[in-house]
């Protein structure tokens, strides 16, 4: 009853392809995100959607792409994989983004390593 | 824009001692503070937050925080560290104009030795 889920959990690669990572809730929340966490385990936001709209997007690359086909799934997609994209990533979710702080919730992580 | 500052990459303890983990922020308007923990290889675990009203926050595991705006910190206490508490440690700030977006610290290593 893992409240937020993704796979794979490793992802080894070549440069070039493309890939995707799976993102799924089951806390009911409205709201949820893609962070990356580098080599140094510095953590930045990537995409944030609520309900299904993105509310969220931060500088990040054409060739990242989420798709959040319901409000319970939030898959990322990475075009044309560079080096640079090996990280850790995690999903999170929360109730809502308006009024009070919810906190986050987050998922394993997925750590993708291009080669 | 918002940001934080952890300004130690590494805090070590023995157990049984007091543990305090640094953390700064900076705001345009009234910020939403939290911690987390992220043990090896796992995703983060939400510690506590810091919302509004009194100064002192309690939250899991024995931990507090204490808000301190004049000092712009919000530093992670715990009165009597254990090995268990050994993981890396997180602040993140929150403004309400920007949404839900969490803008987090570098982190801190923590490191109880037994």
């Known amino acids: 009853d893992t409240a937020v889920s993704q796979t794979p959990k490793y992802l080894v690669t070549q440069m070039g392809n493309d890939k995707s990572i799976k993102c799924e809730q089951n806390?009911?929340?409205?709201?949820m995100y893609w962070y990356k966490q580098d080599s140094k385990k510095f953590l930045k936001i990537m995409f944030s959607?609520?309900?299904?709209?993105?509310?969220i997007n931060e500088t990040v690359p054409n060739r990242f792409s989420p798709k959040s086909p319901d409000k319970a799934h939030l898959n990322l997609h990475i075009n044309s994989l560079e080096l640079g994209d090996s990280a850790v990533y995690f999903c999170?979710?929360?109730?809502?983004?308006?009024?009070?702080?919810?906190?986050?919730?987050f998922g394993p992580g997925t750590r993708l390593t291009v080669t | 824009a918002q940001s934080v500052a952890q300004p130690e990459d590494q805090v070590n303890v023995a157990e049984g001692n007091p543990l305090t983990v640094k953390c700064t922020y900076s705001?345009?308007?009234?910020?939403?503070l939290f911690w987390y923990v992220q043990y090896p290889n796992r995703g983060l675990q939400f510690l506590l937050k810091?919302?509004?009203?009194?100064?002192l926050v309690k939250g899991s595991y024995g931990f507090e925080a204490e808000f301190n705006k004049s000092q712009t910190s919000f530093h992670l206490k715990k009165p009597s560290a254990l090995v268990s508490d050994s993981a890396l440690y997180f602040c993140?700030?929150?403004?309400?104009?920007?949404?839900?977006?969490?803008?987090f610290g570098g982190g801190t290593r923590v490191l109880v030795k037994p």
């Open positions: 999170a979710s929360s109730p809502g983004t308006s009024g009070r702080a919810y906190e986050q919730y």
């Open positions: 806390l009911g929340h409205d709201t």
């Open positions: 959607y609520n309900n299904k709209e993105l509310i």
């Open positions: 705001v345009s308007g009234n910020p939403y």
């Open positions: 810091y919302i509004t009203g009194d100064n």
């Open positions: 993140a700030v929150r403004v309400r104009a920007a949404g839900n977006k969490l803008t």
